[in-house]
């Protein structure tokens, strides 16, 4: 059996009645626990005024966290396009690839990172959202910079575009880009998203062939229970979305199993689950190894927003034991 790659995604979650800045140094064990553990890459997510994710910005993640370690590649998951300016955008990433060749990755989206409106205008300086023709043309010249003599320092970072969307499928195979598919955000539009982009890809510089990383919420624990406990917070967090409420405060495992669902979002969460991955190692395993075959990715990047960092860390290691002991068999 060939196995593709396992990744992480970071996004930072900032616990109930803890300091942003414990999650922030908390950051620096997550790194190098996956380092350890022999994960492929690292992305950190771009978010703003939130109360349940740290506002830390992706460049300075990849920065300190390419300092902390020596081989994991590290990159954003992503860093959102209409908040920068394109050549801003491109010499960031292009210090940090010549800092730390072959390590760095510029995934690139769009969305606003925040459920604030009023900071979703500060962040643009005041400007209406950007039509699809302006976040085209900011990638394009995000691309154009990143080749630029001026700008290039050496090895470039390896640009990805983030979808959740046909649009962004299109845009990735136009450009000819590898996508990175939000699965974890709206798995509903994973199949339209990729049948899209592989019947639209243009080879570019970037990318020669269609190239798919799989996003997918995983939380892995030795019991089934367990992983529903600790999966538990951010079924709350989901709840709330759905309700249109703004982004609500991380809760503990135990304010999470306190909260009682309405039978509607119990019947949205129990479909949204059935898309990701959660249970023990055999049945994470199982599932990552059904979504893979499924969509045809060529690596799978795992997102595991529980409360306590060590929980963390051990669902991940949980995860690539199993994975590579079922490789083997």
């Given at each position: ?51 349940a994710i740290g506002a830390f910005p992706p460049v300075v993640l990849i920065a300190h966290a390419a300092a902390s370690t020596r081989s994991v590649r590290l990159g954003s998951g992503g ?57 085209r043309d900011d990638i394009a010249e995000t691309l154009a910079h990143l080749r630029d003599d001026q700008v290039a320092l050496g090895p470039l970072p390896e640009p990805w575009l983030l979808a959740s969307s046909t649009a962004g499928a299109a845009l990735a195979a136009e450009l000819g880009l590898p ?151």
């Amino acid at each position: 059996m060939v196995d593709i790659p396992l990744s992480a995604l970071e996004v930072a979650v900032v616990q109930t009645d803890t300091a942003a800045v414990e999650t922030l140094r908390d950051t620096t064990a997550f790194a190098q626990g996956l380092e350890g553990l022999g994960y492929h890459r690292i992305w950190y997510a771009e978010h703003h005024h939130s109360p349940a994710i740290g506002a830390f910005p992706p460049v300075v993640l990849i920065a300190h966290a390419a300092a902390s370690t020596r081989s994991v590649r590290l990159g954003s998951g992503g860093v959102l396009a209409p908040h920068h300016a394109p050549l801003l955008l491109a010499e960031q990433f292009a210090t940090l690839a010549a800092l730390h060749p072959g390590r760095v990755d510029l995934g690139i989206g769009r969305g606003p990172g925040t459920f604030d409106e009023a900071i979703a205008r500060a962040l643009r300086r005041g400007a209406d959202p950007v039509t699809d023709t302006q976040y085209r043309d900011d990638i394009a010249e995000t691309l154009a910079h990143l080749r630029d003599d001026q700008v290039a320092l050496g090895p470039l970072p390896e640009p990805w575009l983030l979808a959740s969307s046909t649009a962004g499928a299109a845009l990735a195979a136009e450009l000819g880009l590898p996508i990175a598919v939000a699965h974890h955000i709206r798995p509903d539009n994973t199949q339209a998203v990729l049948e899209r982009y592989r019947a639209a890809f243009t080879p570019s510089p970037w990318c020669e062939q269609p190239r798919v990383l799989l996003c997918v919420e995983t939380v892995c624990a030795e019991t089934e229970e367990e992983a529903a406990r600790l999966a538990g917070p951010m079924d709350v967090v989901k709840a709330g979305l759905l309700k249109g409420a703004s982004e609500e405060p991380f809760p503990t495992p135990a304010q999470a199993a306190a909260h009682r669902f309405t039978p509607q979002e119990e019947q949205a969460l129990a479909g949204f689950r059935a898309q990701q991955a959660r249970g023990t190692a055999a049945t994470v395993v199982r599932r990552l190894r059904e979504l893979a075959a499924a969509t045809g990715a060529d690596e799978l990047m795992l997102t595991t927003p529980v409360y306590d960092l060590q929980h963390r860390l051990t669902s991940y290691e949980l995860v690539k034991k199993e994975y590579e002991a079922t490789a083997a068999a």
